[in-house]
């Protein structure tokens, strides 16, 4: 899981990105149809057409930083949104990256009554 540090946003690229893109092309993207500054900071996160990869784009300071994730079996579920961007907390990106419903993650116990 990447360090996410407090105060950053966690942007979800909405629709599918061409996959064959690295820095220089997403950074694009993000700045010219995103309207989102990708030096800000800020993590930008691309999804490809089969839904199995995603790439996350993040400016630490220092340098731009790619970061990628394919998943062996399932699907990243994303939003239904076709342009734009929708943003998430840094939980849900944690959930996203594991293949998790983000949008409505699920307790795996139930709280007992003491008595």
């Avoid at 929708?86 to 009554?113: C, F, H, K, N, S």
Wanted: net charge positive; proline share 4%; charged share 20%.
């Amino acid at each position: 899981m990447i360090p996410v540090p407090g105060g950053v946003k966690v942007w979800l690229a909405t629709g599918h990105t061409d996959m064959r893109k690295g820095f220089d092309g997403l950074a694009l993207i993000a700045q010219e149809t995103l309207k989102r500054d990708p030096h800000s900071g800020h993590l930008i996160v691309f999804r490809g057409r089969r839904g199995d990869l995603v790439k996350i784009l993040w400016h630490d300071g220092q340098g731009m930083c790619l970061f990628a994730k394919r998943l062996e079996r399932g699907r990243f579920l994303w939003p239904s949104t076709v342009d734009g961007t929708v943003t998430i907390t840094a939980a849900q990106l944690g959930y996203l990256l594991e293949g998790i419903d983000w949008r409505m993650p699920q307790q795996t116990w139930r709280q007992t009554a003491a008595g």
